[in-house]
């Protein structure tokens, strides 16, 4: 959205449009203006209506929104943990990075689980400091959602709303990326 602190430029809406893979005249169609007004504002040659602003912008927010893929706001690399690893390792490197849960991998790196603070603290509960020698295999929960680094942005959006605290980006069988709540909102604040 834009507001009168920060009204873009006529570059940056030039930038905007050519990343949105729009021509002027599609501009202009979308936001209900005419081509020669999208030229002109993109000159710098007009000031145009806050109103009109907010139409142009909406549509290439929009446009780049149905352009954007999971690729394009992934988090990597990623900081994952072996099955035969220990809960005492997972529970230091959650610690160390302030992660509330670890992709689990094979030997191979596919992940086959997730493993969660809470998940620990459960097998605290009942096993006490035994807990910590036991095998992540052993407590790990189902793997995290997988996604394609092509998936569009709605799908993502959408598994997230459901309660999956985030989502993998698996290529080829690899991790090449995941996306949290926590980055949907940064991306939406920067």
Same mark, same amino acid.
């Given at each position: ?9 006529p ?93 689990? %991998?094979? @030997? /191979? &790196?596919?992940? !086959? +689980?997730? $493993?969660?603070?809470?998940? #620990? =603290? ?9 807990a ?13 959602p ?22 993998? %980006?698996? @290529? /080829? &069988?690899?991790? !090449? +990326?995941? $996306?949290?709540?926590?980055? #949907? =909102? ?5």
């Open positions: 959205m834009v507001s009168l602190c920060s009204l873009p430029s570059e940056y809406l030039r930038y905007l449009r050519k990343k949105a893979g729009l021509t002027q005249k599609q501009l202009a169609e979308k936001a209900g203006v005419s081509q020669s007004l999208i030229a002109r504002i993109e000159r710098g040659t007009v000031d145009p209506r806050l109103s009109t602003l907010r139409r142009i912008m909406r549509v290439l927010e929009e446009v780049l929104a149905e352009k954007s893929r999971a690729k394009d706001f992934m988090h990597h690399p990623v900081v994952t943990i072996h099955e035969g690893d220990t809960l005492k390792k997972a529970a230091k490197i959650m610690w160390e990075y302030g992660y509330s849960q670890l992709p689990v %991998v094979d @030997e /191979k &790196g596919f992940p !086959v +689980g997730t $493993i969660y603070e809470n998940t #620990i =603290i459960n097998a605290i509960m009942r096993y006490r400091e035994k910590f020698d036991m095998k992540v295999k052993d407590v790990m929960e189902k793997a995290l997988i996604v394609d680094p092509s998936e569009p942005a709605d799908r993502v959006f959408d598994l997230l709303i459901r309660d999956f605290p985030a989502v993998l %980006v698996v @290529e /080829k &069988g690899r991790i !090449v +990326g995941i $996306i949290t709540k926590s980055d #949907i =909102i940064a991306r939406h604040l920067l």
